[in-house]
């Protein structure tokens, strides 16, 4: 399958602190999808982008489509304790759809 | 509005005993499914999909199989349970293939 590098890894930052992640491919993706894990729950979708170079928001929460198609960042503002979670990318070529190993971010209160 | 359903929520087996999950979704029409396990909280392994009844994609060679016989019900299913079939089982669907996911709750599966 596709390979889809998130980083970083891991994240520990105190609240109020901004955040940034990515996703980057060798492969181009015709959508972006931005997920967010609570501990034992499903995926819940944050963003969704379609073309390259979009720009789309949700709350403090920022995420691109990079212009070569084979990224995608996201952004958190003002980080709270409850943005605590993993966040996954996912990039779509065809019907399918992969996605990005996760990065577990942790506010410090 | 369309909801997903996945049941158990937690489950503990021995090995070698036979699993059954299942998933079913409501409030829409011919949804393709998707089975997902995510290891060690991270990483999540695409299983199985499926664009209809009876219609069944296997993508990663292993120990389990699915099916769907009914529209909105997708079952993942072993005969014989492995240790390492331990981990975080996903049910998901979307309305067409290549949109977005909406993932169920998840079942947490331990083998012992």
């Known amino acids: 399958g596709q390979q889809l590098n998130q980083s970083p890894q891991s994240m520990f930052i105190q609240e109020g602190e901004d955040v940034s992640m990515n996703c980057t491919s060798s492969?181009?993706?015709?959508?972006w999808l931005w997920y967010k894990q609570d501990p034992g729950e499903g995926p819940v979708l944050l963003i969704a982008l379609y073309k390259a170079g979009e720009l789309t928001s949700n709350g403090r929460l920022t995420a691109q489509f990079g212009i070569t198609r084979k990224d995608s960042f996201l952004n958190i503002s003002a980080s709270i304790p409850s943005d605590v979670g993993i966040y996954f990318c996912?990039?779509?070529?065809?019907?399918?759809?992969?996605f990005g190993t996760g990065t577990s971010l942790t506010v410090i209160p | 509005s369309q909801t997903i359903h996945q049941w158990p929520a937690t489950l503990v087996q021995p090995v070698g005993s036979p699993l059954s999950l299942e998933c079913t979704v409501e409030g829409t029409s011919n949804p393709n499914l998707y089975w997902y396990r995510q290891a060690a909280g991270r990483g999540l392994q695409l299983l199985f999909y499926?664009?209809?009844?009876?219609?069944i994609s296997s993508e990663v060679p292993q120990n389990l199989s699915a099916s769907r016989p009914q529209d909105r019900q997708f079952i993942l299913s072993s005969k014989k349970l492995l240790l390492s079939d331990s981990g975080f089982y996903l049910c998901?669907?979307?309305?067409?293939?290549?949109?977005?996911?909406?993932f169920g709750s998840g079942t947490r599966l331990t083998v012992v």
């Open positions: 492969s181009i993706f015709n959508t």
């Open positions: 499926s664009v209809g009844i009876g219609q």
């Open positions: 996912a990039g779509r070529t065809g019907n399918q759809f992969y």
């Open positions: 998901a669907w979307s309305v067409v293939q290549g949109s977005g996911y909406t």
